[in-house]
């Protein structure tokens, strides 16, 4: 029972801390920029929590598996509304979750190679200097890795059976061995994170930067109506493929 409790609390860590820094980006950009955020959330479904602040309403919601910040809406007469805002503005809105994963992912993972250090052949060349030279290589060998990965999306290599969702996840987040590597393991979900998100899907803060280029090359904004139908397809489409992800975790498991 204690063993559940503890990988429960792992997986509801991990998950949570990274939305909450995605979201955090989003948050925090659009107030710089002067946008009115309605709601501030961590998970979907049921408000288990709720505070309201000055104009934005916070709250932690029952299923710790996403989140969002929600804006002014684009038919709002409010100046502080999303769509109020310059295109420049919007897309930096966009950018600043997966930015934030990036970013932390590549920090993080930098100071956990640097304070683990490597096994010099000579321990006195085991320098703070030559520590953090050595980080730096492993991180953009790291770097390196992600984007052939990303690459294999592109060119058929990676197939959807290769792919791994929630379920997958979780299940490498409970077989994590001690805070290096699980620390590690939060820094790699993180950077896949934000990565995903800047594919031009639909539905994805990917989809809505090819939308706001869209906007920029045609100098005028798409219609409401079509927009909400490029992201209704898009999400059906992702829903689509997580449910087969996902049935593929559990089968593989099982």
Same mark, same amino acid.
């Given at each position: 029972?204690?063993? @559940?409790?503890?990988?429960?609390? =792992?997986?509801? @860590?991990?998950?949570?801390? !990274?939305?909450? %820094? ?9 107030? #710089?920029? =002067? ?5 501030? *959330?961590?998970? @979907? ?11 934005? =309403? ?45 970013? @932390? ?26 520590? !953090?030279?050595?980080?730096? =290589? ?46 590690? #393991? ?26 706001? %280029?869209?906007? %920029? ?10 927009? *909400? ?11 689509? !493929?997580?449910? %087969? ?10």
């Amino acid at each position: 029972m204690i063993n @559940f409790i503890v990988n429960a609390l =792992k997986i509801i @860590f991990l998950l949570g801390f !990274l939305i909450f %820094i995605h979201e955090g980006g989003h948050f925090c950009v659009a107030k #710089l920029c =002067k946008i009115k955020v309605k709601e501030f *959330a961590i998970g @979907f479904g049921k408000i288990i929590w709720q505070k309201q602040g000055n104009e934005t =309403k916070y709250t932690l919601r029952l299923i710790p598996l996403g989140g969002f910040c929600s804006m002014e809406g684009e038919d709002a007469d409010d100046d502080r509304a999303f769509s109020k805002a310059s295109v420049w503005k919007r897309m930096a809105i966009v950018l600043a979750g997966p930015i934030v994963n990036i970013v @932390f992912g590549l920090v993080v993972y930098y100071i956990l190679v640097a304070s683990i250090g490597i096994q010099f052949a000579n321990p006195a060349d085991d320098t703070v200097i030559n520590r !953090l030279t050595y980080s730096g =290589k492993a991180t953009g060998e790291f770097i390196i890795a992600i984007l052939d990965s990303v690459k294999t999306l592109f060119t058929g290599g990676t197939s959807v059976d290769q792919m791994v969702g929630i379920v997958g996840i979780s299940e490498i987040v409970v077989k994590t061995a001690g805070i290096a590597n699980y620390i590690n #393991l939060m820094a790699l979900i993180s950077i896949s994170l934000g990565i995903t998100n800047l594919l031009p899907i639909p539905a994805l803060d990917g989809g809505k930067i090819l939308i706001l %280029i869209i906007e %920029i090359i045609r100098r005028k904004q798409m219609k409401i109506e079509t927009e *909400a139908k490029i992201q209704m397809i898009g999400f059906s489409i992702l829903l689509a !493929l997580s449910l %087969i992800v996902t049935y593929n975790d559990i089968i593989r498991i099982l």
